[in-house]
């Protein structure tokens, strides 16, 4: 057995081998950039070492400096976690040759399975079934064009040399194929530096179900079961559980056999995941669509049901020792469900993104960063948190958004679903925009429940799981926050009037005290206050209600609010109290209900949240608005998120059309299209391929092009 593994990875996968290389007694070395010297990986490893700036070309992804710093801290193994370069096999071929065990699959494993194309074409000789599509690699545009005409539309295009849903373009219009190749060349390049595609034919309503396997040295191939990945936003996993609502015993069987034949086909040694499109209406007919060839986001989920930890088998697997159990002895009890917690922002919009045409109202999931200031973790009775946060954690642009990832076990899947929508609503991270509210609303849609499932269903039904409007409570609160401040304490039982927030009236009652808030998304909201926070009376614009879904009986977006001089009906006995200061917890009680939010603020911002939702609640100052307002323009083009513009594809003086992509902006792996408001000229450009912006930053100015003028009458004609 190894004494010193370094982990060549980052964030929650890093801190979850380490826990597991601490139980079996081995020193833990980690490695770090700039942008994560102080994460809590780092805290918890045993030794770690600097690697580089936060770009993670300099560091993460750089093979000499994670050998050097293998060498420097006496590792023997290096575990590379997911991601980065855990499906590179010049990564593994270096190991080796540095005297290092590669906690992973040998490299011809890891090579063969990483080319789609070889991949199938290998599984298939095998006798697995694959997915009708392209033959062949290195296909011209012309060639995939002509290929997915052949197989018929729609059709996917899938980058030959990489996994996790990037570069991955669903196209049902032929007119569309140059376009949608381009760009899936482009990301593909961009995420696993080859734009090699191949196409295969799109299976309507599919299910995603892979197979746990795991292999030794010795010749001993286990599957541990299926996890049920068909809950998916643009190809990208978001939930996943184990087993599949799907599968039947004998289904079960055939596939798990088959992912064995696939894991054999290539020599597999370690844990590896087979995974296969299946039709909901006919599950026993399975297609293999490719091999991950390391450990999966997903894992615990079989861990939960099977009891088996397989970090801890990669770690003996890859010291040499042999399987002590065969197929016979695996067991599956319970289910369990995992949901991954990302640092995004939802918005509803009808924009193009990353090439999708579409039409009506869809929900954009862009990038959020930002200083983790309040964070609480659920624990109870079949909870699992695996994470990599802490309070005062950064959240930049540079590495992958999922955060950390809530996992629910339970003796039955009613249970587990139960039990996991109790975690997100537990779950606080204040400071960035999560998902977490998203995922509990998502888990309690009818389908989901029922287990009727495919790839499309959160794509159909994301726009009626995020709210129109932001409850009336929040802003409540966040006015009694804002008075609280402002309150003078007492001395000896006396308070000086004079400096009370309410103002001081000879014989008359006290007055209003005005709030201005403003959340993203939303108008801005004046919250008026009266009286000490004990017991209130607080005036909310006339119409605001509380936040439901899109689609939702009663959701609405709340009104600018009334005249500053105007008086709706104010309700009385509202009351503000800490519950537990030290823990940024406060009660609001509010129409006879009471009301428990998470809270942190500063000196412009109060961050809530509760039953997993979060809100940014900004002070707003209503005259610099209407300053900026006046000098606004609505052909104005700012970044949807932070991140960096990888295309620019017009010029100042360039004639446009509304819908006609202009620049590309990327972000944790996203890609998001900014496109023309409408037709007219390109005025001004502000930025170049290559250059970093922040969220709302002005990109480019689109002038409208001027309405023709009627054609003048005829000389002699009637006017």
């Given at each position: 057995m190894f004494e010193t593994v370094l982990v060549a990875n980052r964030g929650e996968i890093a801190v979850r081998v380490i826990r597991t290389l601490r139980a079996l007694g081995i020193r833990?070395?980690?490695?770090?950039?700039?942008?994560?010297?102080?994460?809590?990986?780092?805290?918890?490893?045993?030794t770690a070492v600097r690697i580089g700036p936060a770009a993670a070309a300099e560091s993460y992804l750089s093979v000499e400096r994670l050998l050097e710093a293998a060498a420097r801290t006496g590792a023997q193994a290096v575990h590379p976690g997911y991601g980065f370069l855990a499906e590179n096999a010049a990564f593994a071929r270096a190991c080796a040759d540095a005297g290092l065990a590669f906690i992973g699959p040998p490299a011809r494993a890891i090579e063969l399975m990483g080319d789609k194309i070889r991949a199938k074409e290998t599984v298939k000789a095998a006798g697995v079934p694959v997915v009708p599509g392209s033959s062949g690699s290195g296909l011209t545009d012309a060639e995939l064009t002509a290929a997915a005409l052949e197989i018929g539309m729609p059709v996917l295009l899938k980058p030959s040399a990489g996994g996790g849903g990037k570069g991955m373009r669903l196209v049902r219009d032929e007119a569309l194929l140059g376009e949608e190749i381009a760009a899936a060349r482009r990301?593909?390049?961009?995420?696993?530096?080859?734009?090699?595609?191949?196409?295969?034919?799109?299976?309507?309503?599919?299910r995603h179900i892979e197979i746990q396997v795991l292999a030794d040295g010795h010749g001993n191939v286990v599957h541990l079961g299926e996890r049920e990945c068909s809950l998916q936003r643009r190809h990208q996993k978001i939930v996943e559980e184990a087993p599949s609502p799907l599968l039947d015993a004998a289904t079960r069987a055939a596939m798990g056999e088959a992912a064995v034949q696939a894991a054999r086909s290539c020599g597999y040694a370690g844990a590896g995941t087979v995974e296969f499109i299946v039709p909901g209406d006919d599950p026993s007919s399975y297609y293999f669509m490719e091999m991950n060839t390391r450990l999966q986001v997903e894992h615990p989920v079989t861990e939960l049901i099977t009891g088996l930890d397989l970090v801890e088998w990669q770690v003996r697997v890859a010291a040499g020792e042999p399987l002590p159990f065969a197929q016979d002895d695996v067991t599956l009890t319970g289910h369990a469900v995992e949901a991954r917690i990302c640092a995004e922002t939802a918005r509803v919009s009808g924009e193009r993104v990353s090439g999708e045409r579409v039409s009506g109202e869809r929900v954009d999931f862009l990038p959020s960063a930002g200083t983790v200031r309040l964070l609480r973790e659920p624990t109870g009775e079949g909870i699992r948190v695996d994470s990599g946060l802490s309070e005062g954690t950064e959240v930049g642009t540079a590495y992958d958004p999922?955060?950390?990832?809530?996992?629910?076990?339970?003796?039955?899947?009613?249970?587990?679903?139960?039990?996991?929508?109790?975690?997100?609503?537990?779950?606080?991270?204040?400071?960035?925009?999560?998902?977490?509210?998203?995922?509990?609303?998502?888990?309690?849609?009818?389908?989901?429940?029922?287990?009727?499932?495919?790839?499309?269903?959160?794509?159909?039904?994301?726009?009626?799981?995020?709210?129109?409007?932001?409850?009336?409570?929040?802003?409540?609160?966040?006015?009694?926050?804002?008075?609280?401040?402002?309150?003078?304490?007492?001395?000896?039982?006396?308070?000086?009037?004079?400096?009370?927030?309410?103002?001081?009236r000879l014989g008359g009652e006290p007055a209003w005290t005005p709030h201005h808030f403003r959340c993203a998304g939303q108008e801005p909201v004046t919250v008026r206050v009266r009286g000490r926070v004990e017991d209130?009376?607080?005036?909310?614009?006339?119409?605001?209600?509380?936040?439901?879904?899109?689609?939702?009986?009663?959701?609405?977006?709340?009104?600018?609010?009334?005249?500053?001089?105007?008086?709706?009906?104010?309700?009385?006995?509202?009351?503000?109290?800490?519950?537990?200061?030290?823990?940024?917890?406060v009660t609001f009680t509010w129409r006879g209900l009471t009301h428990t939010f998470s809270v942190?603020?500063?000196?412009?911002?109060?961050?809530?949240?509760?039953?997993?939702?979060?809100?940014?609640?900004?002070?707003?100052?209503?005259?610099?608005?209407?300053?900026?307002?006046?000098?606004?323009?609505?052909?104005?083009?700012?970044?949807?998120?932070?991140?960096?513009?990888?295309?620019?594809?017009?010029?100042?003086?360039?004639?446009?059309?509304?819908?006609?992509?202009?620049?590309?902006?990327?972000?944790?792996?996203?890609?998001?299209?900014?496109?023309?408001?409408?037709?007219?000229?390109?005025?001004?450009?502000?930025?170049?391929?290559?250059?970093?912006?922040?969220?709302?930053?002005?990109?480019?100015?689109?002038a409208p092009k001027a309405p023709e003028a009627p054609p003048a009458p005829e000389e002699g004609a009637e006017s």
């Open positions: 833990s070395v980690a490695v770090f950039s700039d942008a994560d010297a102080d994460a809590r990986h780092v805290r918890e490893a045993d990301e593909a390049r961009g995420s696993f530096g080859d734009d090699t595609l191949l196409v295969e034919r799109w299976i309507d309503r599919p999922m955060l950390a990832k809530v996992i629910a076990y339970g003796p039955d899947r009613a249970t587990a679903l139960r039990r996991l929508r109790a975690a997100l609503a537990e779950t606080v991270v204040l400071g960035v925009d999560t998902n977490a509210g998203f995922l509990r609303r998502l888990l309690a849609h009818p389908d989901v429940v029922a287990g009727t499932l495919d790839t499309g269903l959160v794509d159909r039904e994301s726009v009626s799981l995020v709210p129109t409007a932001v409850p009336e409570e929040v802003y409540g609160v966040a006015a009694l926050l804002r008075q609280a401040a402002l309150e003078p304490a007492s001395d000896g039982g006396w308070t000086d009037p004079f400096s009370s927030p309410t103002g001081f209130a009376e607080v005036a909310l614009p006339i119409g605001l209600r509380a936040g439901v879904p899109h689609g939702g009986t009663g959701g609405h977006k709340p009104t600018t609010g009334p005249h500053p001089d105007a008086k709706p009906a104010p309700h009385t006995g509202a009351r503000l109290s800490w519950l537990v200061p030290s823990a940024g917890v942190c603020q500063d000196k412009n911002d109060i961050w809530l949240a509760k039953g997993g939702d979060t809100w940014r609640v900004q002070d707003h100052d209503p005259v610099q608005a209407r300053g900026a307002a006046a000098s606004d323009h609505v052909d104005t083009l700012t970044a949807p998120m932070p991140g960096t513009v990888t295309v620019v594809k017009a010029a100042v003086g360039d004639e446009v059309r509304a819908g006609q992509s202009l620049l590309v902006v990327e972000a944790m792996k996203m890609e998001h299209v900014v496109s023309a408001p409408h037709n007219g000229t390109v005025t001004e450009l502000n930025v170049t391929a290559g250059a970093t912006v922040a969220m709302d930053q002005v990109l480019a100015v689109v």
